[in-house]
């Protein structure tokens, strides 16, 4: 009887033996399982984010080149540059307003452009077409007197013709090598108007015209003195110029029509 509860007690622990590792290598494949679940799973986490991320991203993106395909040419230059002062009005009819500007060495120059089709800023095409307007601000001069030698303001030369204007304005007319020069001077500004006898234009009506206007529209007060020069035979863009100073800033409007140039101004008084 003793030999077979030896030999029982001897069968039982052996199989015990048999069975431990058994359970142990199963226990250790659970947790290698579970590990790799886990490690799966951040890795699938991480996947999402970094697509999440791009996904705004690129939402931001293209908001972006929708805005800038919306605004007009005008509008990009305004938010581009919100405090540099400019022109806010350049008429073009019916057409289209497209612009060309860049930074210079002492200020701000842009070109304006009519054209049946709108165009972004700066787009490349313009570089082939011709401005109708441009307008340049230069800044950062040391005195008045700097501002003075940049405009070079002419004097009205009142030994011509005198000419009634209207408003009680009076112009000075007088002849030279084919042309008729109109001068007059209205507060700080003085304006010139050169005509061709030869094309038979005369510069009285225009001058009339522009004096009515001003009597209803404000040009910027320059601190000294601004000039406004009309040539009628120029069919460019330099047809109409007017500048003016302030103590260390000189602007520069020119445009192919009289008149738009003058509203150009009139709309710079007007910030």
Do not use: H
Request: with cysteine; net charge negative.
């Amino acid at each position: 009887m003793k030999k077979i509860g030896l030999i029982s007690l001897f069968a039982v622990a052996l199989l015990g033996a048999c069975q431990s590792p058994s359970e142990t290598s199963q226990e250790t494949t659970n947790e290698t399982v579970r590990t790799t679940e886990t490690s799966t799973s951040k890795e699938e986490i991480g996947s999402s984010s970094v697509s999440s991320n791009e996904t705004v991203s690129s939402a931001e993106t293209s908001t972006s080149t929708q805005e800038n395909s919306t605004q007009t040419a005008f509008e990009q230059l305004q938010k581009e540059y919100p405090d540099t002062p400019m022109p806010k009005e350049i008429p073009v009819g019916s057409s289209n307003l497209n612009i060309a500007a860049t930074m210079t060495k002492q200020g701000f120059s842009v070109l304006y452009y009519q054209s049946e089709q709108a165009l972004p800023l700066n787009d490349a095409s313009l570089n082939q077409a011709e401005p109708i307007a441009s307008y340049l601000y230069q800044d950062d001069f040391a005195s008045s007197q700097e501002t003075l030698n940049t405009i070079q303001p002419f004097t009205v030369d009142t030994g011509g013709r005198q000419v009634d204007l209207g408003y009680n304005i009076v112009g000075y007319q007088q002849g030279a090598a084919g042309s008729s020069i109109l001068e007059w001077q209205e507060g700080n500004w003085r304006l010139r108007i050169r005509a061709s006898n030869i094309d038979g234009q005369d510069p009285v009506p225009l001058a009339k015209q522009i004096v009515t206007y001003l009597e209803s529209a404000r040009l910027p007060a320059p601190e000294k003195v601004g000039t406004i020069e009309i040539n009628m035979t120029d069919g460019t863009n330099q047809n109409t110029r007017i500048i003016w100073q302030q103590p260390t800033t000189v602007y520069t409007i020119t445009n192919q029509d009289s008149m738009n140039a003058l509203k150009m101004a009139v709309s710079m008084e007007q910030q």
